[in-house]
Every structure is written in structure tokens, then in C-alpha cells.
């Protein structure tokens, strides 16, 4: 069997971060009683939810690679420089995306630093995306700057983690 690369192992790892700070924010981290990583061409994390059972999530980072170009590794200051909103493009790429699984899956969709965009304007740009068109998500929640909640359901929120 081969080995997971270590980059592979570090962005399992951050993955499984993001989730356990967002449940946090939520106020529920003590109801996902584990969060696993798991390969492709499955979701990204496999958990354990206390009441409602395993659920896949996906992540999604928001990033203009712009900046994160600009700014990483940088000790002086960044230069001036234009940026654009890449919600639609990243989030389009994730809804045409196929998963294999037998839990429902969700989607967690985390702001990052190295985006300019306020939460209103990403959830402007994503409702209208995820009502368009076909996709694997039972629900779509949104991680960001301020704002985090579920944002998009096709069913009932699981008991104790309500929006």
C-alpha cells in the first residue's frame, strides 16, 4: 500500500482543523463525536454526528489566489494590486463534482483570509449558484469572516445542530 504524501497529510489535517473550529463556532463541537479524513473520490471528512449519525462534508476554501500569491512567504509589504471575487468560479467547480458515498453529504463552504470579499457578497454570488443547478448536497453551510450558519438545505437540519 502506498503512503499518503506529506502534502496530502497536511491538507487532511487542516481540513479536519476547519471542521472542528466551525462546529465550535456553531456551538456544537461536543456533538460530532468523530471527524475522519478520507481519499478521494469520496468527501473530504466522514463524522460522526451524536443524534444524527455519519454525514460526508466537502470543503471549500474561498481564496483569490491573487493575494495568497502575493502575500505568502512575503516579509515586506505587498504592492498594490487588483483582486476579483473567485466565489462563483470555485464554487461551480465543487457543485459539478461527483462523490462517492453512502452518508448524505454537505458542504462546507470556509472563507479565508486571503479573500477580500465580505460574507454578504459571497452568499449574493453563492444562494443564486447552489438553486441553479443539480448537486450532491443535502446541505450547504457557510464558514466565514462573521457569518456561520446553514445557508442552503433540501432537508430538515440534523437534530441539535440547527442552523
Known amino acids: 500500500m502506498g503512503t499518503t504524501s506529506g502534502k496530502a497529510q497536511a491538507k487532511a489535517a487542516a481540513e479536519r482543523r476547519t471542521f472542528r473550529a466551525f462546529a465550535a463556532r456553531c456551538g456544537k463541537p461536543n456533538e460530532w463525536l468523530a471527524v475522519e479524513s478520507r481519499p478521494e473520490p469520496e468527501p473530504d471528512l466522514l463524522c460522526w454526528h451524536a443524534q444524527a449519525g455519519p454525514i460526508a462534508f466537502e470543503l471549500v476554501r474561498l481564496i483569490d489566489k491573487r493575494i495568497a500569491h502575493a502575500v505568502d512567504g512575503r516579509r515586506e509589504p505587498a504592492i498594490a494590486f487588483a483582486t ?78 440547527a442552523s
Request: net charge negative; charged share 25%; aromatic share 10%.
Open 84 to 161: 476579483e471575487d473567485p466565489t462563483s468560479e470555485i464554487i461551480r467547480s465543487k457543485l459539478a463534482k461527483h462523490y462517492e458515498t453512502r452518508c448524505p453529504i454537505e458542504l462546507l463552504v470556509s472563507w479565508e483570509p486571503r479573500l477580500v470579499t465580505p460574507d454578504e457578497a459571497i452568499l449574493a454570488v453563492l444562494l443564486p449558484l447552489l438553486n441553479a443547478r443539480d448537486h450532491p448536497f443535502q446541505r450547504v453551510w457557510y464558514f466565514g469572516e462573521i457569518d456561520c450558519r446553514c445557508v442552503w438545505t433540501r432537508v430538515a437540519p440534523a437534530a441539535g445542530f
